[in-house]
């Protein structure tokens, strides 16, 4: 069948891609688990897109909420990690 899908999230990219539906380029810790357990494999493993840029914005207040801040120690340590 000829044709092409468009989703909008990363859901429906990886969904697709389970459902049989062709080939995706994701993070790795995105499919990690598919990949270990056998249900996908790495196909080029050898070509990585390269890295991007990740952004944060939020409102600059004078006392930033305790919340915004856990996420933004949240988020760093899973880029971190990721690298």
């Given at each position: 069948m000829a044709g092409s899908i468009t989703v909008n999230n990363t859901d429906g990219y990886e969904s697709?891609?389970?459902g049989g539906f062709g080939l995706i380029?994701?993070?790795l810790m995105g499919m990690q688990a598919y990949l270990q357990r056998g249900e996908r494999v790495a196909v080029l493993p050898h070509l990585?897109?390269?890295s991007m840029e990740v952004?944060?914005?939020y409102a600059r207040q004078r006392h930033l909420p305790l919340r915004v801040r856990?996420?933004?120690d949240w988020l760093a340590q899973i880029i971190?990690?990721?690298q």
């Open positions: 697709a891609c389970l380029q994701a993070l990585n897109a390269p952004s944060l914005l856990a996420f933004m971190q990690t990721a």
